[in-house]
């Protein structure tokens, strides 16, 4: 993202944008990079320095993504990575993250139990009779936090089946599938109606967040 920063920014301090569509770093967007040039040396010599930074992480991410593709279907991870990945908003490096991160889903003896190591559960501060709930306490593993909450933004779109979605359903346990299902239905609920009631996105996000979790323990549990 840095060094897609610093190509958009140096075109942006000189006037030139990309109108051909609304996406950025499309293959059309990467086409119409390759056919700007500069009449000064230096401002050309920087815009392809930027350029070829951006291709080299661009293929360091590939390389990697590959990697974690043939890792995802070792037997240690294939269950458990398949069963997330039957969750919209949930891939291959999101789900093999989440299992990596967990070590071991036994380790938890109900939902909120991992609610609690990933830092989804309100904090609390009680004297004598009186308890007041905060934020989310943050704690425990932050990595498999930020995972939920991106992939719990899913939740703010109408519930579907993509063809992608079920491409990677293909061959899982119905039961993963039709909780699956579920969540999807229960969580675009959620979403919606913490925003009708004027809760900020960040905050519906980060409730939805909480609920996905406790369906990952339940697909977790269902596989292990």
């Not at 999807?184 to 004027?198: A, I, K, P, S, T």
Request: glycine share 8%; aromatic share 8%.
């Amino acid at each position: 993202m840095r060094c897609r920063h610093r190509l958009s920014k140096f075109l942006l301090r000189r006037g030139v944008s990309y109108t051909a569509g609304r996406r950025h770093w499309t293959q059309a967007h990467h086409a119409w990079l390759g056919q700007l040039s500069f009449d000064d040396c230096s401002a050309q010599a920087v815009f392809d320095d930027y350029r070829l930074a951006v291709a080299q992480v661009d293929a360091r991410i590939a390389a990697l993504d590959r990697k974690l593709e043939a890792l995802a279907q070792a037997p240690a991870y294939r269950r458990a990575v398949g069963a997330l990945r039957c969750f919209r908003g949930i891939d291959t490096r999101t789900a093999l993250g989440l299992v990596t991160e967990l070590h071991g889903i036994e380790r938890f003896g109900r939902p909120r139990a991992l609610m609690a190591f990933v830092g989804l559960v309100p904090s609390e501060a009680s004297s004598g009779e009186r308890q007041r709930r905060g934020a989310i306490t943050k704690a425990g593993n932050g990595h498999a936090r930020k995972l939920l909450i991106e992939s719990a933004w899913h939740a703010r779109h109408k519930p579907a089946i993509p063809v992608a979605l079920r491409q990677r359903r293909e061959g899982q346990p119905p039961e993963i599938i039709a909780m699956a299902d579920v969540a999807q239905q229960r969580l675009h609920r959620r979403y919606w109606r913490l925003v009708q009631r004027g809760k900020p996105t960040t905050v519906a996000a980060t409730a939805v967040a909480r609920e996905l979790a406790g369906f990952v323990w339940a697909a977790l549990r269902a596989v292990a």
